[in-house]
């Protein structure tokens, strides 16, 4: 039996764009579909930041629904927003090739750097990243997807604000003034796409598998394992990444407070046959370190 497949996702460029690009690689493969556009919460409240909404999956939420709902066949996202633990009913359907995983930072010139700065983020771990690097500076809240970010920032007095690379480059709004943030740890699974599907749906599951990227999945599936040990949702100031060179996995993650004073790294190698738990492990070392301690102040403060 074939069927057309009804692909849900947000409405902004970037996540159209997405979509879109697992639509063309379906019908690639000889599969009918159709985008089915929704607007999630965490798009219609730019007011508030999105640590102060306590909800973890905010992004994801109205696509779960519309999946359980039967309005949707299947969904595509930014794989950094989605919560380490999917609804019941819904399973991982492939993991697309990452794209660019680097964060950056788009400025209006650089002489600040070394004195007083205003930056904007909406991410807590860039926020804390940036000011355990820059003690001095300023980091203000910025929401919107990334055209309506871009714009902020032209009619601000900031300094600059920070970008997923990746983003930008998929839409072609990637400016000139930018430079590459490569001391800065990416959100786990970071420019990477996932394309969830229901779990009883077996015709979904085998049309969308044949677009897993392998080495990509293994990377961001140790990211998530460290972020989940960790307990830390989608706003936590963790940073995660993995790469697969040569059957070696090399990771690199981070826990930081808040205010970016205090921060807490690891970094380990493994044979890409020797993964299982492997993540969960690299949290453990943090942990241990005053992980622990500093995870559960992060708790509190989101509580209030």
Known sequence: MNKVIRIGT???ELALWQAKTVQAALEKLGHESELVPVKSSGDLNLDQPLYEMGITGIFTKTLDVAMIKNEIDIAV????????????????????KRANFSDILVH?????????????????RRKAQWLNKYPTHKV???RGNVNTRMQKLEDSDWNGAIFAAAGLERIEIKPD????LDWMIPAPAQGAMLIVVKKEDEFCQKAVSALNHRETEIAVHIEREFLKKLEGGCTAPIGAIATVKDDIVHFKGSL????????????????????????????EEIL?????????EFKKVMKK
């Open 108 to 124: 209006k010139g650089l002489d600040f750097l070394d004195a007083e700065g205003i930056i904007a983020t909406g991410s807590l």
């Open 288 to 296: 241990n370190k005053g992980g622990k301690e500093l995870m559960l």
């Open 177 to 180: 003034n930018f430079i590459d």
């Open 140 to 142: 203000v809240d910025l």
């Open 10 to 12: 947000r409405d902004s």
């Open 256 to 283: 930081l407070s808040i205010d970016g004073s205090t921060k807490f790294e690891v970094e380990k190698e493994v044979p890409v046959d020797e993964i299982e738990g492997f993540g969960e492990a690299c949290a």
């Open 77 to 96: 996202h930014s794989m950094k927003d989605v919560p380490t633990a999917l609804p019941k009913g819904i399973i991982e359907g492939a993991v697309m």
